[in-house]
């Protein structure tokens, strides 16, 4: 189980990953770019990114250059819908939340 929290009075826009009351991951907008970028800096592992259409549901989580998910709205027709696709072995409650996250600050 993780839980979200955004954190208000900070300069850049950012939300916490919590685990066990614990900070798992922050995830965070990038200032500097013209596509919209999003840093996710993970407790006790690989910091990640995510980039591409943030806000049209098209985009790409990654770690070191490799991709661990896939957002896309094109895979459904429903208008509020969009799915993720996790990499095998990558830890899916966190991308998941992370997902949430990004969704949340745009």
Do not use: C
Not at 8 to 36: C, N, P, Q, Y
Request: hydrophobic share 40%; glycine share 6%.
């Amino acid at each position: 189980m993780a839980s979200i929290q955004e954190r208000k009075f900070s300069i850049r826009d950012k939300m916490a990953i919590e685990r066990g009351g614990e900070t798992a991951a922050t995830v965070h907008k990038a200032l500097i770019g013209l596509r919209d970028r999003f840093a996710i800096d993970v407790k006790d592992g690989h910091d990640m990114k995510a980039q591409g259409n943030i806000v049209d549901h098209e985009y790409q989580i990654e770690r070191d250059s490799h991709t661990v998910a896939t957002i896309s709205k094109k895979w459904f027709r429903v208008r509020e819908s969009y799915g993720v696709d996790i990499a095998q072995g990558e830890d899916v409650p966190l991308i998941l939340a992370i997902t949430v996250a990004i969704d949340s600050l745009t």
